[in-house]
């Protein structure tokens, strides 16, 4: 008998329907991971099958009796008692003002399970359970007070607490740093395996989906494309969507490293960049070489410092000792027309009340080049150069979407034929087939044009796919570094191969 | 609640074409009574009613608005400009200068609006535009806060640090940038300070420190009604209204605006 079974599935915000219809299942103790791109509404059936928003049509049985459309009442029986919810981003999803222990009692205490002693023995059992440290210790600490890893543990330990059957996992890892998501999802892994608990696994990322499920159901726009084995639909996938969306994924296919042009003189020479913000240490003697018309890929985790060291190279921050050599040394404005940024959000890099037209043509007004005429044709050729229609040129950013946004950001950028571009995680905020396509865009400029790229990411199958070299960086120093196929063939250093372990089979 | 967009706006229509084209809305003269019409109530003829010298007062509330609109003009003009201006410097600059300008904001807001108004009106003497510049002052620091929290805000976006990446400079990315991104609630804020502005003149007018009489000025209509509450009251009741009217629907824009 099947645990969950959705059937036709309809879900409306308003008069806008985003779920046309969705059918899938659950088995006891099953992991299935629902996948799709942002807005193929993936979090709202999971959303639905909570009653956290009301389905507008369809079925959810849940052990055979059809949940949709009870009352708030009923559903709150149900909710962390058979069905536990392991929320997105751990940061926002505790109360900050209330002790651990406290919150994970919460659930016993609303489902009136054991008295006060008992449950306190129970936060106890259920936060050794999640591994965390000195339990006794946390459940009297504020959320505060705990890393990013360990709140989601926290909040594991919350959604199992009355041993529900099923998991609903909406991108538990998503905000996690690699290392950090591998650990997580081994714990909901064994949970499973220990209590028979079934997961919903709710996630962008086809790696993680890829090595986690035993079943998938791949979305788009609100409808199901795909499902089925795992397994099957990897080796042999047979929607045209599904196929695109794997070849897409870097973390799903291992391509030839792009060869080292030995030759090259140096572009970017760094040496022995230090930066403290105050007693904390950023950057800690970090020194690379990046070759002409390279791309280097500076690797770590959140606070590994690879954004200062971007920052550094690019004069927006100031290093306290060391040096960056870039060419012929020029003042601070010429510098900026040898060197140029692109930012890892594109919501936030396009100023919201300018057209396209105005932001592209920033850059060269700002250094006075051409005149209005031979500016706009020159902004006319940028947005051709990335691939954007002319017809956006009045469009301010808003009405664009992610991917057009860091096209134009990328314009903008070129826009002063620079010799350097700083790529400060530049596709890790877009969806898998738009990044794909930037990828080509900036591997295709980079040909054309002999851009030397310094690309900053924490995504190891992306690095994989656009650098020559690497460099591994750990709480603010270089521990490895190589060509991309030194490192991700035979990595020398612990941290490394921690790193590595973290990215799913095919690509490793 | 689309309604009460639409009767705010036509409130404020209706207001200024009154002090733009009174003469379309009011046979009557403001200035001149009928002795013999003194003190009637509200009626077809004298839509007000009269007040004591015989004059119609809804002639004297449609003539009064171009000194009460035009005075609330400039004390938000007043106020808009130099508190954006001060905003905007210590939001941008930062640092000693910033603390400097923000302090002697927190001592201008530590002092209750009318007081200030009074004491500058104490400095400048009474008048009609004196008592708008004294009430723009006491906006000032209003302005200036809430410019100030917004150019920090925008400072820090990404945008504005592309931009000093595009080769901009300060000067032209503080214009191209940071201050338009930051105006938006500050207009807002224009729109409700027009509100209180027209209330605050009306205040002082009421205590004498405004127009001279017989001028017709909102406030001080209401002040003149005062003597006479137990027995006309729509001398202090009607132009009262029309203030709340004015002050409500002012404040019903500025929340469509923000």
């Not at chain 2, 200024?16 to 200035?31: E, I, K, Q, R, S």
């Amino acid at each position: 008998m099947t645990l969950l079974d959705i059937r036709d599935l309809k879900v409306a915000y308003g008069r806008r329907t985003v779920v046309h219809g969705v059918s899938f299942t659950v088995g006891p103790g099953e992991v299935v991971a629902v996948v799709g791109e942002s807005g193929s509404g993936k979090t709202t059936t999971a959303n639905a099958v909570l009653g956290l928003h009301p389905a507008s049509s369809g079925q959810i049985l849940l052990n055979g009796a059809d949940i949709r459309g009870w009352s708030q009442k009923r559903l709150q029986a149900i909710r962390g008692a058979q069905i536990g919810l392991v929320p997105q981003d751990p940061s926002n999803s505790l109360n900050p003002v209330m002790r651990i222990g406290n919150q994970i009692a919460e659930t016993l205490r609303i489902h009136k399970r054991g008295d006060k002693a008992a449950r306190r023995r129970r936060v106890i059992e259920l936060l050794t359970r999640v591994g965390l440290d000195d339990p006794e210790r946390r459940a009297g600490q504020y959320p505060h007070e705990l890393s990013g890893g360990m709140r989601q543990r926290v909040l594991i330990a919350a959604a199992i607490a009355l041993r529900p059957s099923l998991i609903i996992a909406d991108e538990p890892t998503s905000a996690l740093d690699v290392t950090v998501q591998r650990r997580i999802l081994d714990l909901i892994d064994d949970l499973r395996q220990e209590y028979g608990t079934a997961v919903l696994l709710v996630t962008h990322d086809l790696g993680v989906a890829a090595d986690r499920s035993d079943r998938l159901v791949v979305m788009k726009d609100g409808l199901v494309e795909e499902r089925g084995d795992t397994r099957t639909i990897l080796a042999a996938p047979s929607a045209a969507y599904t196929r695109q969306l794997f070849r897409d994924a870097p973390a799903l296919n291992a391509r030839n490293f792009r060869p080292l042009d030995e030759r090259a003189e140096p572009a970017i020479v760094v040496r022995d960049l230090v930066k403290d913000f105050g007693a904390f240490r950023a950057v800690d003697g970090v020194s690379f070489e990046v070759r002409r018309g390279g791309t280097h890929a500076l690797v770590g985790e959140s606070g590994s410092g690879k954004t200062t060291t971007a920052r550094i190279v690019t004069r927006f921050t100031e290093a306290d000792s060391g040096e960056v050599v870039i060419g012929a040394p020029v003042g601070p404005r010429d510098f900026r027309r040898k060197v140029q940024l692109v930012y890892q959000n594109p919501y936030g890099s396009l100023d919201p009340r300018q057209p396209v037209g105005t932001i592209v043509a920033e850059p060269l007004r700002n250094f006075g080049l051409g005149d209005r005429a031979a500016r706009r044709t020159r902004v006319r050729e940028l947005l051709e150069r990335v691939a954007l229609p002319e017809a956006l040129l009045e469009r301010r950013p808003r009405e664009l979407s992610g991917g057009q946004r860091q096209r134009v950001a990328i314009a903008r950028a070129l826009a002063v034929e620079p010799e350097v571009v700083v790529l400060d995680e530049a596709v890790s905020a877009l969806d898998v087939t738009v990044q794909a396509r930037i990828l080509e865009l900036l591997e295709e400029l980079q040909r054309d044009l002999g851009l030397t790229y310094l690309f900053i990411s924490h995504d190891l199958a992306v690095v994989r796919q656009i650098s020559h070299t690497v460099s591994v960086m750990n709480k603010g120093r270089i521990v490895e570094s190589g060509t991309t196929q030194q490192i991700f063939d035979s990595p020398q250093d612990d941290y490394t191969r921690e790193l590595l372990a973290a990215v799913p089979e095919p690509v490793r | 609640m689309r309604w009460a967009r639409w009767a705010a706006w036509a409130v404020v229509g209706l207001v200024v074409l009154w002090a733009v084209v009174p003469w379309l809305f009011t046979g009557y003269d403001p200035l001149a009574g009928v002795p013999a019409e003194k003190l009637q109530g509200p009626s077809g003829a004298h839509w007000f009613g009269t007040d004591a010298v015989g004059r119609d007062l809804f002639a004297r509330v449609v003539h009064g608005s171009v000194n009460s609109l035009s005075g609330a003009f400039v004390a938000v003009a007043v106020g808009l400009v130099l508190g954006t201006l001060l905003g905007l410097v210590a939001g941008s600059a930062g640092g000693v200068l910033d603390e400097a300008v923000m302090r002697v904001m927190d001592v201008l807001l530590s002092v209750p609006g009318l007081l200030l108004a009074l004491t500058v009106i104490i400095l400048l003497g009474p008048g009609t535009v004196n008592v708008a510049v004294a009430v723009g002052a006491g906006s000032v620091a209003a302005f200036a806060r809430l410019t100030r929290a917004e150019v920090v805000r925008v400072r820090r976006a990404d945008y504005v640090e592309a931009a000093f990446g595009s080769g901009g400079t300060f000067a032209r990315v503080l214009w191209r940038h940071v201050l338009p991104n930051s105006l938006g609630p500050v207009v807002a804020l224009a729109a409700l300070q027009f509100g209180v502005a027209i209330l605050a003149i009306s205040t002082l007018g009421f205590l004498g420190y405004g127009a001279e009489p017989p001028t017709p000025e909102w406030g001080l209509l209401i002040s003149e009604g005062r003597n006479y509450l137990a027995t006309s009251w729509w001398l202090t009741t009607l132009p009262g209204a029309v203030v709340v009217a004015v002050v409500l629907a002012a404040g019903r824009i500025s929340k469509e605006i923000r």
